[in-house]
């Protein structure tokens, strides 16, 4: 009689066991298919706020456009420009900054940036490097950037030299007096 309660007890054991361990698959299953609807609600996520950030960016250089081109017609020494002409590069620079801050920290997609305006933040750094170089001096910053250090339009100058390296040289040596 103890050995048939005995066996009994052990058949209760493993059916438990079994049961145990089917109700483990089922939740490890559960849980992989939540972390995948999550991966794809992060991938949506992301493309959204890439498209709104973008769109966004689409208005601010949409009412930059006749400014920048101001900035490309400016002489090539800065300390001949007028105040008119300096607060319109002060504002090409600063807002061109606010762009490139986006692209810097991965809050947009630097392919974007650089396949719409890529050309416009090459050939307004040319024109303006001189201009926020002095600036930076001025402001009792180093004229060239410094690791570790917050600088005047830092993103504008990397992101600039980052577009200058990737389009081609006629895609923004043309149409400007730099």
């Known amino acids: 009689m103890l050995h048939a309660l005995q066996s009994r ?7 438990a066991a079994l049961f145990y361990a089917f109700l483990t698959a089922i939740l490890v299953a559960l849980c992989a298919l939540q972390l995948r609807e999550i991966r794809n609600s992060l991938s949506e996520s992301y493309k ?56 810097t920290h991965d809050l947009i997609d630097a392919q974007y940036i650089v396949d719409g305006w890529g050309k416009v933040f090459v050939q307004c750094w040319l024109k ?17 950037l410094a690791e570790g250090l917050i600088q ?24 400007t007096n730099l």
């Open 128 to 144: 303006l490097e001189p201009f926020i170089k002095t600036y930076r001096v001025q402001s009792n910053e180093p004229a060239e």
């Open 9 to 15: 007890a052990d058949l209760v054991n493993a059916f």
């Open 48 to 103: 959204m706020r890439s498209a709104s950030v973008l769109l966004e960016v689409y208005g601010i250089m949409q009412a930059l456009r006749p400014h920048w081109h101001r900035v490309y017609l400016l002489p090539k020494d800065w300390s001949n420009w007028t105040p008119e002409e300096k607060f319109t590069a002060d504002h090409v620079g600063t807002t061109l900054q606010q762009v490139a801050f986006l692209v």
């Open 152 to 175: 005047q339009r830092r993103d504008l100058e990397i992101f600039a030299k980052r577009c200058r390296e990737t389009l081609p040289t006629t895609a923004w040596t043309d149409h």
